[in-house]
């Protein structure tokens, strides 16, 4: 199982980012999709989820209204669109798969988990 991330950089305040995952080696559509961070000196947390079923993604508070996740089947990739980013945004994002109690999302556990792509914010 390989779980591919791409798209960080170095951006300015206020400014857009799309993160992107492809999955390989797993039935992708069996699992939910989420992405994390780790921003340097803190504990990784969890960013939002998008659920092998269902419609509804899941956030956490200080990214509500902000980033979009989303995923497409057919290309066993998931994403992360992140506007109005802000500098506390910096961090190492990670992609991860699991099969997570709703309740649980944030704690996980997930099986399986990609390589971290670099998001820096400027102020």
């Known amino acids: 199982v390989q779980l591919q991330a791409s798209g960080g950089g170095v951006v300015q305040a206020g400014g857009s980012l799309r993160l992107s995952c492809v999955a390989s080696?797993?039935?992708?559509?069996?699992?939910?999709m989420a992405w994390f961070r780790q921003a340097p000196g803190k504990e990784r947390e969890a960013v939002a989820i998008?659920?092998?079923?269902?419609?509804?993604?899941y956030y956490v508070d200080s990214v509500k209204g902000r980033f979009t996740i989303s995923r497409d089947n057919a290309k066993r990739t998931v994403y992360l669109q992140m506007n109005g980013l802000k500098p506390e945004d910096t961090g190492d994002y990670y992609c991860?798969?699991?099969?997570?109690?709703?309740?649980?999302?944030?704690?996980?556990?997930?099986?399986?988990w990609g390589q971290g792509t670099l998001v820096t914010v400027s102020s």
């Open positions: 991860a798969a699991g099969q997570v109690i709703l309740s649980a999302w944030r704690n996980g556990p997930y099986h399986y």
């Open positions: 080696g797993l039935s992708f559509r069996d699992y939910d």
């Open positions: 998008r659920r092998r079923s269902g419609n509804l993604p």
